[in-house]
């Protein structure tokens, strides 16, 4: 926003100003709001991407669908080490 500037004395001049204020706020507000859903968008798919290519290395793909939800894809991998130190 910037430097501090006084509100006009007039009521119209007053709520159009404060309206304005509003939109830039809302704008800014949004814009960081995208960017940072874009963020965790983008931060969920690696985080995807990192445990289907963890359950390939344990070849969990022989024996399930990798097109599961992240948190049956970490399941799987916490079995299969189990598996592995028995």
Same mark, same amino acid.
């Given at each position: 926003?910037?430097?501090?500037?006084?509100?006009?004395?007039?009521?119209?001049?007053?709520?159009?100003?404060?309206?304005?204020?509003?939109?830039?706020?809302?704008?800014?507000?949004?814009?960081?709001?995208?960017?940072?859903?874009?963020?965790?968008?983008?931060?969920?798919?690696?985080?995807?991407?990192? /445990?289907?290519?963890?359950?390939?290395?344990?070849? /969990?793909? /022989?024996?399930?669908?990798?097109?599961?939800?992240?948190?049956?894809?970490?399941?799987? /991998?916490?079995?299969?080490?189990?598996?592995?130190?028995?």
């Amino acid at each position: 926003m910037g430097r501090h500037v006084p509100l006009p004395e007039e009521p119209d001049a007053k709520a159009a100003e404060k309206r304005r204020r509003f939109k830039v706020y809302r704008r800014e507000w949004q814009k960081r709001k995208r960017q940072r859903l874009k963020a965790e968008k983008f931060q969920r798919a690696v985080e995807r991407s990192q /445990l289907r290519l963890a359950a390939r290395r344990a070849n /969990l793909d /022989l024996c399930i669908d990798l097109d599961v939800s992240s948190r049956e894809l970490r399941r799987a /991998l916490e079995i299969a080490k189990a598996w592995e130190e028995i």
